[in-house]
């Protein structure tokens, strides 16, 4: 029996209240989150936050440098970091804080699914070259079922979104259908 969780990457206020491909995600979300809770899929919400001490900014790591310095948008306590509030999770739903790319790194996100006997992930969120792709990759490593759906996903990079889609992800093994084509399934 495969059980499924869908996973809602960075769709946090910040991102989402200043970069327009991330905004463009939404209206998808607002069809998506209700379909997927009443047929009992588990909701796990992930957002991006580094420390303002900017102890876990590596010197040498230049995009997390520059995340860390563009004031408090991406400080893990900021209100800019919190869940988009036209999406926010229900009481009971799992906020996953992670300080890089990957929903794994350094999280307690692959804990969480095994408890749940979860061995399927559905990938959503912004932006697909980043949070997406990382989280795809280390999710197959993992050995999770993958599918990704494709508008429910934005890169500030369109024909970095598109390349991903339409290439690497499905010849990673994920499935790769729209929001409709999903929530059809359900």
Avoid at 2 to 26: E, H, K, S
Avoid at 82 to 97: C, N, Q, S, T, Y
Wanted: include cysteine.
């Amino acid at each position: 029996m495969t059980t499924t969780a869908l996973i809602v990457g960075d769709l946090q206020a910040g991102i989402v209240d200043n970069y327009p491909f991330a905004a463009a995600v939404l209206p998808v979300m607002e069809r998506v989150l209700p379909a997927a809770r009443a047929a009992g899929i588990p909701v796990i919400f992930i957002r991006f936050g580094l420390r303002a001490s900017g102890l876990d900014v590596a010197a040498g790591n230049q995009v997390i440098s520059t995340l860390h310095g563009a004031g408090t948008l991406f400080h893990e306590e900021s209100p800019e970091t919190l869940v988009h509030p036209r999406i926010k999770p229900l009481p009971g739903e799992a906020v996953v804080l992670k300080h890089r790319a990957s929903a794994f790194a350094a999280t307690d996100l692959d804990l969480l699914l095994r408890a749940q006997r979860i061995d399927s992930l559905v990938l959503t969120g912004v932006a697909t070259g980043a949070m997406v792709a990382a989280t795809l990759y280390d999710a197959a490593d993992r050995d999770y079922r993958l599918t990704v759906l494709s508008d429910a996903c934005a890169d500030g990079e369109p024909d970095v979104h598109d390349f991903l889609i339409n290439r690497v992800f499905p010849a990673r093994g994920a499935e790769v259908l729209t929001s409709h084509e999903w929530t059809a399934r359900l």
